[in-house]
Structures are given as C-alpha cells and as structure tokens.
C-alpha cells in the first residue's frame, strides 16, 4: 500500500500495514534549518512562491523524513491576508503576526475577505497543485477560528468579549471561518487530499467546556462542513494543551482524527471521543535529545496503539534531520517487535 492509500485508510478506519508517519503542515510545520540548507530553498522566499514552496515539501519526503507532503509552512497566510501586518522570519524563524488590525471585538471593519488569486494565498494553491499526485498524500492547512480571531485582535480581549460581546465574537468568528473555510476549500480543489486544522488558541484549558462548546464545537464544524462541500474529504483537527476537560464536546467535532499536544493521553483520548488519534512525540525531544532517544518514543507510541504518528506540535526549526529520521526508524521497529499476524 501506498503512503497516500496509507493514511486515507486509517483516517477511514482501515486496516493498515503500518501506522502512517507525518507532519501535516501549518502549525505543525515539518521544514527545518538543516532540510532548507541541504537543498538551497530558503525563507521567506519559499513562502511567497509555489514552486519553492512545493519544493521544500518534496524533500521532507526524499528525506524519509514523512510520509506526506503538506503546505504552507505557518499559520499566519490567512490573518495577513484579512489585514494583519506579519513578521516573514527567516530560515531559523517561522513568520508570525506583528500587529493586528482590529482594536476590538466590534471593528469588522478593520478587516478584508481573503484573496486566493494574490500574494501567499495564490502560492499555497500553486504549491498545492504542483503537489498533486497518487501516491504521496498532500495535507493542506488552516488555522482553526479562535486562532485566528486571536491573531487580528488582541487574545486578551477576545477571549473577555467571549463572555461580555458575544454577538460581536459570533460575528467575528463566522467571517473568519468561512474566510478560512473557503481557503481550505481551494486547496481541496487544486489538489490537497486531507486537511488539518490547528487551533492552539482554542484549547479547553483556556475556553472551558461551555465556551468550547459554544465557539469551537460550532466554528469547527461550519468550517468542515464548507471543506466538504465537494466531496467528504478527511480532517484533522489539532488542538494544543491540555484537552481532558472537553473530550465530550469533541466528539460533537465532525472531524476525520484528533491530534493533541504531549500532555495529552491518546488512549484517553481515544476511549472518550472514539475518533483516529495522531502523534504525539514530544516536539522538545525531537529537537534537543537524541536520535535513539526519538525511536523510542515513537516505537513505543505505535505499540501503543497512535493510529498517526506525529510530532505532538510540529518541529522545533533547530531539530536535526538525524532526530527526525528516528521516528519512522522508531515505527520499524515497532513493527519488527510486533507478534506475526497481529
């Protein structure tokens, strides 16, 4: 079986002769310093051009590294692309937002819809495409409302006008969310087999299960809903922190798979949500440990039963490919130790 055939089987819930390996994109960026040297594409520059872009995600896969390619690189194409002002970084720095537009919950008006045919957008669609093929899954991002809503105001204020406007946040949310459920809709449509969506900003920890409920359960699913308007494609959500508290409001959640950050029980998690788990390798260890140290945590992750291995938040830009290479020599191993026919 293929990688792409791979990973749609455990997303369906099939057999499988391994567990897929991967680093879906976005937040949980799989490009690092090392990979970017080796193969002379570099940011910022590959962040503004298809070809670059789709080019770096190639050589995760001639790595060995993992099992999919996936753009873009970070999650801030969409908040820039409503009118925030981003730091671009550089090849040891991921690009993040500087300023936001909107001074509070009610400013819409700071705010602009999304164009696909212009800047980042157009060569995440342009990656995408060159991408495209049948045997190597393409995972396209976005990032989840309540990140984004996080990166055009002020955090602080959003999550209060939560609780104290929450007409306002409603509004604020649903123009996000189909901005970025459109976005993730062009994708599918150039191409991208699966989407993920990280929310880091959207964890249970901070929100609790009634605001949970009521923001993310609800955003989650009308951006999915518009991801799926052509055909049922598979998603990924990813959520960041501790997640124990909401594990019933996630079952609510009409996603393919659930990825969590390594404090989170995928066991747990699973028996609670009943959902595909992915990860969830430390992302610390991948970048300051050692290799032998990598493969054992991801062999015993597999034994453990991770449907997807991954890093539990994407890769430390300083991770050496060496550390990298470990996980799926980690998952070899697991294999190898696992009884004949099991």
């Known amino acids: ?17 391994r567990p897929p390996v991967i680093c879906p994109g976005g937040m949980m960026n799989m490009v690092v310093t090392e ?28 790595e060995g590294l993992f099992d999919n390619y996936g753009v873009p690189f970070c999650m801030s194409v969409e908040a820039e692309s409503m009118g925030a002002e981003a730091d671009m970084g550089c090849d040891s720095c991921e690009p993040h937002i500087k300023k936001c537009p909107m001074k509070s919950v009610d400013d819409l008006a700071a705010l602009r819809p999304m164009n696909f045919n212009e800047g980042r957008a157009k060569a995440v669609i342009d990656a995408v495409k ?28 959003f999550y209060v006008a939560l609780k104290r406007s929450p007409e306002a946040a409603h509004r604020l949310l649903t123009f996000v969310t189909e901005q970025a459920g459109r976005f993730a809709l062009e ?11 990280a929310d880091p900003s959207g964890t249970g920890e901070i929100l ?27 998603v990924i959500v990813h959520i960041c922190g501790q997640m124990n508290m909401v594990f019933d409001e996630l079952k609510e959640v ?9 404090v989170v029980s995928l066991k747990a998690a699973k028996e609670h949500i009943g959902k595909p788990m992915m990860g969830n390798i430390s992302t610390y260890a991948i970048e300051l440990s050692s290799p032998s140290r990598v493969r054992s945590m991801a062999k015993t ?42």
């Open 1 to 17: 079986m293929n990688k792409k055939e791979r990973l749609v089987a455990t997303l369906s819930g099939g057999k499988t002769d």
């Open 35 to 62: 990979l970017m040297k080796k193969y002379d594409i570099h940011w910022p520059d590959a962040h503004y051009d298809g070809e670059q872009m789709a080019g770096l995600a190639k050589a995760v896969v001639e």
């Open 130 to 157: 060159l991408l495209k093929n049948d045997e190597i899954p393409v995972v396209g991002n976005v990032p989840g409302p309540v990140s984004i809503a996080t990166s055009l105001m002020d955090p602080s204020r």
């Open 187 to 197: 994708q599918v449509r150039a191409g991208a087999d699966i989407i993920t969506i």
């Open 208 to 234: 609790g299960p009634a605001y949970f409920k009521e923001y993310m359960v609800k955003y989650l699913n009308m951006m999915i809903g518009m991801i799926r308007t052509d055909r049922n494609v598979p």
């Open 254 to 262: 009409n996603a393919s798979a659930f990825s969590f950050d390594a």
């Open 301 to 342: 992750s597999a034994l453990l039963g991770s449907d997807i291995i991954a890093p539990a938040c994407g890769l430390g830009l300083a991770s050496p490919l060496e550390n990298i290479r470990g996980i799926m020599e980690g998952i070899e191993d697991a294999e190898a130790a696992r009884p004949q026919g099991e």
